[in-house]
């Protein structure tokens, strides 16, 4: 009886040893281990942590306890936080998951088989989401067939753009070679005609401005000793006091602050120095718009003696006639220039025009050089598909605003119906991971957002028959994602239909 019982007892721990492992294992290999990694999970009686930092039991595998500092023995658990579940999807694809999702009470795998010890029954998904993924693929695949010819096609038009561009940067350099001497000759033939027109230019504007100073100091001097009523070679307040024209307040006398006015603040002024007021004694020749009348000197009588006599005026300003001052002359014009000059001048404009030309011409070939080299810089892939399309611009309407991305240029938005844009990014540069460089790009110092960061836009790039936005967002403040396809993106079928081999 008592050997019975052992048996019996032997047989359980054998039964639940087996239904353990059968728990914990995909077939032949731990659960959560991907096929392509099995021979590195072979039934042995150690494990080696596969960062080859320890080893452990072999049955430790699994045991819902992380030894491993690479989280490797436990593909199954949460155990350990850096580990990696695999999903097995059969009828869909292969997944690896973060090992934090075991067993979380929430389905990560298409067949539900994270969820195996936590009670929560997950459906298998993965036939139906598998057919819609072949059918995808097959789509896919057909749009890859299309695209990638097209490629192709910009391929050869890129690696031909460039190589044109890099042979007629030298011979474009060589042109301008050939230009400097003629460009330089011109200049110093434009330079020397244009230093003796200058002089002769010079020389008949001197004597324009001495034929003017020369007029200016004659009247001047005129109207100097029109104004010195005493003849004492100096004009005093007395003098101006003569003259109704100074009599700004028109009270029928001129004051000592009226006659001020017109000498600069002096009590007198000399001939030299009523010269040199260049523009004041011009001002006060204009006020001279008719005869000035000089003080009376017959005797003062009252008020009804004028009005018995009816001839009789008032002390003061008189209104008798007196010569005026000269008028201020009208600006004269200045005459032409003496034949001498303008056949200089002549030769000097024809220096010009023919130092125009061929500094247009040099400036022509200098820019295309400049814009060329500029081309060259930009990265346009290994086969150079994205040359041909550096600079074209697409568009698409969303919501109330039109955005525009023109390749390796900027980004924009738009209102719709609207014209003025905010500028969203300018290119900076290629910005895919290390296998996949050119499958996004970057385009920043946008305009500022108020209050905000400079604007800027990311790129993602996928595979399409025509080079298009397909869809914009902004997932963060300023921070836009445009998804954009393009033929330039398209991949050789043969390595997707490798790949999917692969998978399967």
Known sequence: MHYFCI????????????????????????????????????????????????????????????????????????????????????????????????NDFICDCCDGSDEWDSGVECPNVCSQLGQKA?????????TLEVGFKQRQELSKQGEKQTTEMKTNIGDLKKQLDGLQPSKDEAEKKKNEVEER?????????????????????????????????????????????????????????????????????????????????????REIALRFQS?????????????????????????????????????????????????????????ADEARREYQEILTKYNEVENTIQDSERFLEFDYGT?????????????????QYTYRLCLFDRAVQKERGGHSEVNLGHWKEWTGPDDDKHSTQKYDRGQSCWNGPERSTEVVIECGEETKLVETSEPSKCEYRFRLQSPAACTDPAKFDENAHTEL
């Open 7 to 102: 048996l019996t007892l032997l047989g359980v721990i054998v039964i639940a040893s087996a239904d353990n492992k059968q728990q914990h294992s995909y077939g032949n290999r731990p659960r959560g281990v991907a096929l392509l990694k099995a021979a590195l999970y072979e039934e042995k009686d150690e494990f080696e942590c596969l960062d080859g930092s320890k080893k452990i039991p072999f049955d430790q595998v699994n045991d819902d306890y992380c030894d491993c500092a690479d989280g490797s023995d436990e593909p199954g658990t949460s155990a350990c936080p850096n580990g990696h579940f695999h999903c097995l999807n059969i009828g869909h694809r292969g997944l690896d998951i973060p090992s934090s999702r075991v």
């Open 291 to 347: 005869k000035p009348k000089p003080v009376t000197t017959e005797e003062k009588v009252d008020e009804d003696n004028i009005e018995e006599t009816g001839g009789e005026e008032e002390e003061g300003i008189s209104d008798e006639v007196v010569e005026p001052p000269p008028q201020a002359s009208d600006e004269e014009q200045k005459p032409p220039y003496d034949d001498a000059t303008q056949a200089l001048i002549k030769e």
């Open 134 to 142: 072949r059918e995808d693929a097959v789509k896919y695949r057909a």
């Open 197 to 281: 027109e200058r002089a002769a230019k010079d020389k008949h504007d001197q004597a324009w401005n001495a034929h003017l100073d020369e007029k200016k100091k004659k009247e001047a001097t005129e109207l100097f000793e029109k104004l010195d009523v005493d003849k004492d070679k100096k004009i005093t307040l007395n003098d101006l006091k003569n003259f109704k024209e100074f009599d700004t307040d028109e009270n029928g006398e001129v004051s000592d602050d009226e006659a001020k006015d017109y000498l600069s603040g002096s009590d007198e002024l000399d001939v030299e120095a009523f010269i040199d007021k260049d523009k004041g004694f």
């Open 383 to 399: 086969d150079h598909a994205w040359a041909p399309l550096k600079g074209k611009c697409v568009e698409l309407d969303e919501s």
